[in-house]
């Protein structure tokens, strides 16, 4: 069994900054490609960032130079900095990876159960 575990939500004024975390526990093998994704209500589910396993990185454009990801390979974790927070970054913000899995080394995607974050004065 492989599970995200995410952390790191809130309620947060306009401007201000979160650092959400994400991690992979479980039966794991190999963690490749992780990324966070977020979902507003009503609205469809976006890529934030994502990030390789040498670290490679790409943003949406909403984001760019205001959000920073980053990962922890010893630890199967990957970070999500958000400076500069605007109400339209409201949203449930969800963990995924893509994990090899140590019983049959096939790979799966998985997503966190997601955590809120809310940018409101």
């Known amino acids: 069994q492989v599970q995200l575990v995410e952390s790191g939500g809130g309620l947060v004024q306009p401007g201000g900054s979160l650092r959400l975390s994400c991690a992979a526990s479980?039966?794991?093998?190999?963690?490749?490609?992780m990324a966070w994704y977020r979902q507003a209500p009503g609205k469809q589910r976006d890529l934030v960032a994502h990030?390789?396993?040498?670290?490679?990185?790409n943003y949406a454009d909403s984001v760019k130079g205001r959000f920073t990801i980053s990962r922890d390979n010893a630890k199967n974790t990957v970070y999500l900095q958000m400076n500069s927070l605007k109400p339209e970054d409201t949203a449930v913000y969800l963990c995924?990876?893509?994990?090899?899995?140590?019983?049959?080394?096939?790979?799966?995607?998985?997503w966190g159960q997601g955590t809120q974050v809310t940018v409101s004065s």
């Open positions: 990030i390789g396993t040498g670290g490679l990185t």
């Open positions: 479980g039966s794991i093998y190999s963690v490749y490609t």
């Open positions: 995924y990876a893509f994990i090899r899995n140590s019983y049959d080394r096939v790979g799966r995607d998985y």
